[in-house]
T-cell receptor
Framework: KAGVTQTPRYLIKTRGQQVTLSCSPI?????VSWYQQTPGQGLQFLFE???????NKGNFPGRFSGRQFSNSRSEMNVSTLELGDSALYLC???????????????FGPGTRLLVL | AQKVTQAQTEISVVEKEDVTLDCVYE???????LFWYKQPPSGELVFLIR??????QNEISGRYSWNFQKSTSSFNFTITASQVVDSAVYFC???????????????FGQGTTLQVKP
């Protein structure tokens, strides 16, 4: 079974631009979560989607948004990029059979975003 | 508030040595889930183990073993006879709770970088 896939793998943008990252979960998985990883802050939760609905959101500004489609694929968008948005963005999927029960999350390879 | 602490920032061992990675967590609830993930240089987080708070049995999987002690709020990870391929960053994580339910949010420790030298 194919794992979580994320596109693109690498991205270079300039301040003020916007970016959209894509995540395809493991086949059959219905929950998708996003995390930001930086050297200073470590791994931080961005948001979680289940059945096209945002179930949970981390402490990030409104410039960070996301959505989930009916096939469980998810996208996250960052508008008006800042230098501090440079990070590895990781997507994770879980079965979603019992949302909110600590299901195992399986991670994709991440998208490395560099903001210049 | 829930929190995960991995006090060891970096550990360096020589191949075939045993090494233990420490993880201490804080939570006020009785039901929770703990995880360990491995992050090799490629960046992807690889799932290693999931443990719920009611299962205090230690677990062994090949060269890996986990010691869960609720009394000390610790969930330590031991690699026996380490190999160069074990070099990676290891993360301990706690599933966030909201009331009596878990959410989809994982709270991660800062990670421990393990370097295994040949």
């Amino acid at each position: 079974k194919a794992g979580v896939t994320q596109t693109p793998r690498y991205l270079i943008k300039t301040r003020g631009q916007q970016v959209t990252l894509s995540c395809s979960p493991i086949s059959g998985h219905r929950s998708v979560s996003w995390y930001q990883q930086t050297p200073g802050q470590g791994l931080q939760f961005l948001f979680e989607y289940f059945s096209e609905t945002q179930r949970n959101k981390g402490n990030f500004p409104g410039r960070f948004s996301g959505r989930q489609f009916s096939n469980s694929r998810s996208e996250m968008n960052v508008s008006t990029l800042e230098l501090g948005d440079s990070a590895l963005y990781l997507c994770a999927s879980s079965l979603g059979v019992y949302p909110g029960t600590g299901e195992t999350q399986y991670f994709g390879p991440g998208t490395r975003l560099l903001v210049l | 508030a829930q929190k995960v602490t991995q006090a060891q920032t970096e550990i360096s061992v020589v191949e075939k040595e045993d090494v233990t990675l420490d993880c201490v967590y804080e939570t006020r609830d009785t039901t929770y889930y703990l995880f360990w993930y491995k992050q090799p240089p490629s960046g992807e987080l690889v799932f290693l183990i999931r443990r719920n708070s009611f299962d205090e049995q230690n677990e062994i999987s090949g060269r890996y073993s986990w010691n869960f002690q609720k009394s000390t709020s610790s969930f330590n990870f031991t690699i026996t006879a380490s190999q160069v391929v074990d070099s990676a960053v290891y993360f301990c994580a706690l599933s966030e709770l909201r009331g009596s339910s878990n959410t989809g949010k994982l709270i991660f420790g800062q990670g421990t970088t393990l370097q295994v030298k040949p």
